[in-house]
């Protein structure tokens, strides 16, 4: 059973960065393609950000698009999200999530693992 650790998330400022990071274990990441999604507070979990396998191909929500950049390092088993000009609608749980099967990378359904969540908070 592949788990999912996230961590670097806290309270930033309008305009600035965090950068999430994601342990896994227990599985092959390497084979894993993997997602972060958020849920802010009485909404539903969307899509922010997703990278296949061999992270050659990145996918992201259009409200992130030129602000967040995801990343992986298969050596590390680590996936990231660099999350740059940070805005107060960026507040949210933030999750990893993953799946060995393919398929879409949009729908939460898709994806068998998820770590227990990251808090980001934005202030304006």
């Known amino acids: 059973q592949v788990q999912l650790v996230e961590s670097g998330g806290g309270l930033v400022q309008a305009g600035g960065s965090l950068r999430l990071s994601c342990a896994a274990s227990?599985?092959?990441?390497?084979?894993?393609?993997l997602g972060w999604f958020r849920q802010a507070p009485g909404k539903e979990r969307e899509f922010v950000a997703a990278?296949?396998?061999?992270?050659?191909?990145?996918y992201y929500a259009d409200s992130v698009k030129g602000r967040f950049t995801i990343s992986r390092d298969n050596a590390k088993n680590t996936v990231y999200l660099q999350m740059n000009n940070l805005k107060p609608e960026d507040t949210a749980a933030y999750y990893c999530a993953g799946k060995y099967v393919s398929g879409s990378y949009y729908y939460p359904s898709t994806y068998a693992s998820w770590g227990q969540g990251t808090q980001v908070t934005v202030s304006s």
């Open positions: 227990g599985g092959t990441f390497s084979s894993m393609r």
């Open positions: 990278i296949n396998r061999s992270g050659g191909s990145t």
